[in-house]
């Protein structure tokens, strides 16, 4: 196991009120994020527990990537992670990034 | 930029029940945004057992539990995600059960409803696991006792099997579908066990007919045949509710004389196939490929009803 911390800044808050999320199942190839709007509008948090050892590289360009795309200002994400590939990762941080906006 | 959701444009009581996620299924279950959960996944309680092996734990630990209304009936209910390493039994995931069950003897609701997705006891705490299948049979029959009946649906892609399996026994009714599978072994623990000849568990049209929705419903050991929709298992789950019996020695001794009539009659069965046939199934290869519609007017045609024993 291997536990990744990232601490980003961001330009502005991720639009809407909902106080927490959840997408994805730990799974094969798959993971779970959660988010929760508990930090100051211009930081974001994202801590990554994952099975397979040695991909911190990999992860930071992914959460930057992320960061940079949707400045989730104001979230705390925690990610279980079952193994999944870098688009999948992607794919539930913008899913999860949704759900936080929706009325 | 302006972001707008996106407005899904197929009901959710559409969607297949065997593909949704545990949230998924409880969502579109109950009453529209009714459901409340309890310990919920910000709570993190995980497994303590999971980093000894390294690993990956779920914040939920794969069981999610909560409060929710069914046609306007007050209810509890339990998920089970499959896909979380198959929905087996740990310490939490169990206890999340075990305190939902005893919550319904103090807040009384009109039923709790269990959605089964599971593969039996996680291994990695199989002693916190077999404990919790103790302490949950035991609670429902406590909550049954109380007049409140306890409702399994079954239909998700690990099925109810081991220890799940004997939880289901003690639910009042079970509703399962095509996909669901309700068995205490499951087809690769009989094989590993007993040889391909005796179960050959690649062979999926036998799993299918040994431990499938259609035979279990034959047998009487499920009460109501869904399709695989969210919105066929609500409509299931909502007739189950009044139609529960009583839980007292009448109906136990019923159930009892069943079973003991039922191994007497299809004991030497070497095939579901042959129950079928002596249940008075004209085409007994047809079943299979029967719709849901075929499939419950078969039920009627058949010379025995309904019946509790599992």
Not at chain 2, 96 to 117: E, Q, S, W
């Amino acid at each position: 196991m291997e536990t990744l911390r990232f601490r980003h800044a961001t330009t502005r808050p991720l639009p809407g009120t909902r106080p927490s999320a959840i997408t994805g199942v730990v799974a094969s190839g798959n993971l779970e994020v959660l988010l929760e709007r508990n930090l100051p509008p211009d930081a974001c948090h994202v801590e990554i527990d994952t099975a397979i050892n040695g991909y911190a590289e990999v992860w930071a360009a992914v959460v930057a990537d992320f960061v940079a795309r949707r400045q989730p200002g104001g979230l705390t994400i925690t990610i279980n992670d079952g193994g999944a590939r870098p688009d999948t990762v992607s794919l539930r941080l913008a899913q999860g990034a949704r759900l936080m906006e929706l009325p | 930029m302006d972001w707008k959701p996106v407005a899904l444009s197929a009901s959710p009581l559409a969607q297949s029940w065997y593909e949704a996620s545990a949230r998924a299924r409880l969502a579109g279950l109950l009453d529209t945004d009714t459901f409340e959960e309890f310990i919920g996944p910000e709570q993190r309680m995980m497994s303590p057992h999971l980093p000894l092996f390294a690993l990956p734990r779920a914040f939920d630990d794969g069981m999610i539990v909560g409060r929710g209304r069914l046609d306007g009936r007050d209810v509890l209910a339990a998920a089970q995600e499959g896909r979380f390493m198959g929905g087996a039994f740990g310490e939490i995931h169990g206890a999340k059960l075990v305190g939902l069950l005893r919550a319904a003897l103090a807040v009384k609701p009109a039923a709790v409803l269990i959605l089964f997705d599971t593969g039996g006891v996680r291994l990695q705490e199989a002693n916190a696991g077999e404990t919790a299948i103790a302490e949950i049979m035991r609670a429902i029959t406590q909550v049954r006792a109380a007049g409140i009946p306890v409702i399994g649906l079954i239909g998700g892609r690990a099925g109810c099997y081991g220890g799940g399996g004997l939880i289901a026994g003690t639910c009042v009714r079970l509703v399962i579908s095509e996909g669901g599978r309700l068995s205490v072994s499951g087809p690769e623990v009989i094989e590993t066990n007993k040889g391909a000849e005796e179960f050959d568990s690649r062979d999926r049209a036998l799993v299918w007919r040994t431990m499938g929705g259609k035979h279990r419903r034959l047998l009487g050991a499920a009460d109501a045949f869904a399709d695989d929709t969210i919105g066929a298992f609500r409509a299931a789950a909502s007739a189950a509710i009044p139609a529960a019996p009583a839980f007292d020695l009448e109906t136990l001794e019923a159930e009892q004389a069943r079973l003991a009539a039922r191994i007497a009659r299809f004991g030497d069965a070497r095939d579901a196939t042959e129950i079928w046939s002596r249940l008075g199934v004209n085409d007994p290869d047809a079943v299979p490929g029967l719709t849901t519609e075929g499939f419950d007017a078969l039920l009627d045609s058949l010379p025995e009803g309904s019946h509790d024993a599992r």
